[in-house]
């Protein structure tokens, strides 16, 4: 089958190798002219995949049989126009499902209709209103409905940043409502799931870490973890279920995140109707033997799914944990070479998602690329993180290395070892 992938995202290296291993013709498009994704699949495009029409047409003059895409919201938009456009198999065909996806006030307010803990939140206008502002309980996290990433969002302790902070919001969103609500303090997690039939069974629970001293919400370690996943199950489990089958994610792969506040419980944050841009689901896959970039394909290939193939619920502790590193730029420069890359890609089923090897911007504190692979154990985990520390190094011309490394080696033995604990396992 001859497919195309929409955008060079983190995770789409992923689909190209996984679709060719399938024996499929890969094409990829994007604007930009080399890629890795690009460089391993069979054909490229240098299209922007905004350009709907130029991408429809490129489509039918090559015989394009599947669109799919990874971990980009605005890729998904894209790729669901331009299935429905050429008439091909769409994920997400609800447009009540990518409506509550892609708004974080939709999913609040199903949230609300069935009482799923969510942080206190409060209405303002444009106007910012004396009236409004005094029914506010500070500190407050200010938000766009529309964006990820933490992109257009803000902390603020006082009226006056949270003036500033709307302001910002408004100009990065296509939305005109803005999210205030009760910030809260504490670790924050992804739970995965996958889904056939409307039915949703949990797949991994992944925790967010960041290096001691950046920001909090600058998650340079995610990894798959047991660690407080029994009071996930109790507290927010069925709650997502029904959600996603109120929004109607009915076949898929989707997400929420959410954090353990500081008062021991969890509360929902935001939803996702794709894979998370970390993509712990790949080295989570050779743990679990679930292949979510299958799933996805099939999907893209019009294979429907039936409850009985989802995978088992994950109720129970994992010895083993799929882990991502993303690189983070800890300052604005040109990269001039990457050092190291030949030691790391001998850790096992490593994928080295880096788009850009040479000759490219960074953006502060903006992500380079992203390290995924499998440590099936506590000793592996620490092994491979620390060889990347070791021997990863991205340069600009005076020879400097630009990232951001993770070295908080105690805090990920701690939560592997309590992860285990909770649920009764040995610590090998």
Not at 7 to 33: F, I, L, P, Q, W
Not at 114 to 128: C, K, R
Request: hydrophobic share 40%; with cysteine; proline share 3%.
């Amino acid at each position: 089958m001859k497919i195309l992938v929409v955008g060079s995202d983190y995770g789409t290296v992923d689909m190209v190798n996984e679709a060719r291993k399938c024996g499929d013709y890969v094409v990829v498009a994007d604007y930009y002219e080399e890629t890795l994704t690009k460089s391993v699949a069979d054909e490229s495009w240098v299209v922007s995949t905004l350009d709907i029409d130029a991408l429809e047409d490129l489509c039918r003059k090559n015989g394009i049989e599947a669109v799919t895409f990874a971990a980009s919201d605005l890729n998904v938009t894209n790729g669901r126009q331009l299935a429905k456009r050429l008439g091909l198999p769409c994920y997400c065909s609800s447009d009540v499902a990518w409506g509550v996806a892609r708004n974080k006030g939709k999913f609040k307010e199903i949230c609300k209709k069935i009482g799923a803990p969510i942080a206190t939140d409060y209405i303002v206008s444009e106007n910012l209103t004396d009236e409004e502002l005094d029914k506010i309980t500070f500190p407050v996290v200010v938000k766009p409905v529309d964006r990820s990433a933490n992109r257009g969002m803000s902390y603020c302790d006082n009226k006056d940043e949270l003036r500033a902070a709307y302001k910002l919001a408004r100009e990065i969103s296509d939305n005109p409502r803005i999210i205030v609500e009760r910030r809260l303090y504490g670790p924050e997690f992804v739970a995965n799931y996958v889904i056939a039939d409307g039915k949703a069974v949990l797949n991994h629970l992944s925790a967010e870490h960041h290096q001691p001293g950046e920001k909090a919400n600058l998650y340079s370690i995610i990894n798959t973890t047991s660690c407080h996943l029994k009071q996930y199950l109790e507290e927010l489990n069925d709650y997502v279920i029904k959600i996603f089958e109120m929004a109607e994610f009915n076949e898929g792969i989707a997400w929420v995140e959410c954090m353990l506040d500081q008062d021991g419980h969890f509360y929902l944050i935001e939803p996702g109707f794709r894979f998370c841009g970390e993509m712990t689901a790949v080295p989570y896959g050779q743990i679990s033997g679930f292949n979510g970039i299958k799933w996805m394909l099939d999907i893209a290939k019009g294979v429907k799914h039936t409850h009985d193939q989802l995978p088992p619920p994950l109720t129970t502790a994992h010895y083993g944990s799929g882990v991502s590193y993303l690189l983070f730029a800890h300052t604005v420069d040109t990269v001039e070479r990457i050092e190291g890359l030949d030691v790391i890609e001998k850790i096992p089923n490593v994928v080295i998602d880096i788009r850009h090897r040479k000759n490219f911007k960074t953006r502060y504190l903006g992500t380079l690329g992203v390290i995924r692979f499998p440590a099936h154990s506590e000793k592996e985990l620490l092994e491979y993180i620390r060889i990347i520390n070791d021997n990863l190094r991205v340069l600009n011309a005076k020879g400097e290395d630009l990232i951001i490394h993770y070295t908080d080696y105690d805090s990920l033995k701690e939560q592997y070892e309590l992860g285990l604990k909770e649920f009764g396992f040995e610590i090998k």
